[in-house]
């Protein structure tokens, strides 16, 4: 999160950041994304994706210096930092065709409830089911927080490539349920997954292929 009045000052910073990133030749990519709705916006978010954690033991010189250039550009005008680590559910995910970052995504954040995990877990393998057998248009990602935060937390990632992505699709989230497992069924896992969470949050975030390396 940049410190207030210096949004610029920030950009610039980031920029020579992954300059140095470029400079080093670093294996690792780093996109960056801006949220631009939700209680975070304003802030801006790197990640590192599909690392094996040998690989931090591998790089760890590296990252020292990393993190000392961070402390030398960017860290003046960061108001406050957050770094969390996250488990890819690939199993229960439909990610895009290309594997290129879509301008826009929506980040919605699952609290699920203390014992209630495997509850959640299910349904959620259940609705990955029926929107195969269904065809339902939408990608997603899914990911398990794993250290930095609040347990047990889920993070469902939806590309969208315009605006007009954003808008519901003609046929419902609980419709697609039944369709694909009848009406029985399709009762018992939406009242398991109201039972599993504690409460959802949602933002929108927009990459920045200018600040990313």
Known sequence: KPKPGMRAQFEAAGKRHMDWHRQQKDTWAWPVWEVIAGDNTGSFVAATLNRHWK???????????????????????VESTVARFYLSQADMSRPPDTPAFTPFSEV?????????????LH????????????????????????????????????????WEDFKPLELPFP??????????????LMKMLTKSIASQRSEIIMFRPDLSY
């Open 108 to 120: 919605l954040e699952f609290r699920v409830k203390v014992g209630a995990e495997p509850d959640f």
């Open 55 to 77: 690989e931090f033991d591998n790089k760890s010189k590296f990252i020292e210096a990393d993190v000392a250039d961070y402390n030398a550009n960017l860290a003046p005008h």
């Open 123 to 162: 349904v959620m393998r259940k609705v990955h089911e029926a929107i195969q057998k269904t065809n339902w248009p939408v990608h997603y990602v899914w990911y398990e927080l794993y250290l930095g935060g609040d347990h047990p937390t889920f993070v469902l990632v939806l590309p969208r490539q315009k």
């Open 175 to 188: 419709a697609m349920l039944e369709q694909a497992f009848g009406r029985l069924e399709a009762d018992s």
